[in-house]
């Protein structure tokens, strides 16, 4: 009985290993060329964002606010997310100054649902064509040095739960303007440096997530995961998760 399920199972691996493989080689070809295609027509075409309304998660700082600036030079009405009020009222300023007709600054936490849900709801006042997810924190530990496990619970609750909850309040809004998703993963999800576990996953988590969402919410709701390498921002200067608390320039600020 062994013997005759061994020699099956043997059967079936040197039958289906070869399909498989021989599958990908047919497929894999067609799809790089598919995803090359695609990038260059979008190279080409860029949408027309004068008048669209974007909506920007972290837009306090570094990328978000960049992000933040651009949408304003290209004529898109604006809506920022951060928990720093103040700095989004500068953000805000400058977007205007750069050509935004309508700039709406919201103070709200992504890493909760209720926040999410509100800041959504006012954003669709605005009837919103783009979501930005954005928002994040970073965690430098080695897993060696960790004592209290529960601390790095936020670097989940913002970077992986900041984007789905949002996405998930503005899907309804979104297919009805066929609007767009663009989530800031990182090219750490796919390189693994040590010291940044946490980090890694989180980033990786949206990778799978959104990938995921690509094929679920096409062709109303098209998506954009970005994996970007070392970029200047406040992450790089310090911003980091430290003992539960947000680290800013040696400055604590409560993440909560």
Not at 134 to 157: E, K, L
Not at 200 to 205: D, L, V
């Amino acid at each position: 009985m062994a013997s005759n399920y061994y020699s099956f199972h043997t059967l079936a691996t040197l039958l289906i290993t070869p399909l498989v493989l021989g599958t990908l080689c047919v497929i894999f070809p067609f799809f790089c060329i598919f995803r090359i295609v695609l990038f260059l027509y979008r190279l080409v075409v860029n949408e027309n964002m004068k008048g669209k309304v974007v909506l920007i998660t972290g837009a306090s700082s570094g990328i978000g606010e960049e992000l933040a600036y651009e949408y304003a030079r290209r004529g898109s009405s604006i809506v920022i997310v951060a928990r720093r009020e103040e700095q989004l009222r500068k953000v805000a300023e400058k977007a205007r100054s750069l050509g935004s007709p309508d700039v709406l600054s919201i103070r709200a936490d992504v890493s909760n649902v209720d926040d999410c849900k509100r800041l959504v709801d006012q954003t669709v006042n605005h009837f919103v064509d783009h979501l930005v997810n954005n928002a994040g924190i970073s965690s430098v530990c080695s897993i060696n040095d960790v004592t209290d496990i529960t601390t790095f619970t936020s670097v989940m609750d913002i970077n992986f739960w900041g984007s789905v909850y949002p996405t998930y309040f503005a899907i309804p809004h979104l297919k009805k303007t066929r609007g767009k998703v663009f989530v800031n993963s990182s090219s750490v999800a796919i390189l693994y440096p040590p010291s940044l576990s946490f980090y890694t996953a989180s980033k990786a988590a949206l990778i799978g997530f959104y990938e995921t969402m690509r094929l679920e919410l096409a062709p109303e709701i098209s998506i954009t995961i970005a994996t970007l390498g070392f970029t200047d921002s406040e992450i790089i200067r310090g911003k980091h998760l430290k003992d539960g608390f947000l680290q800013v320039e040696s400055e604590l600020a409560n993440v909560r």
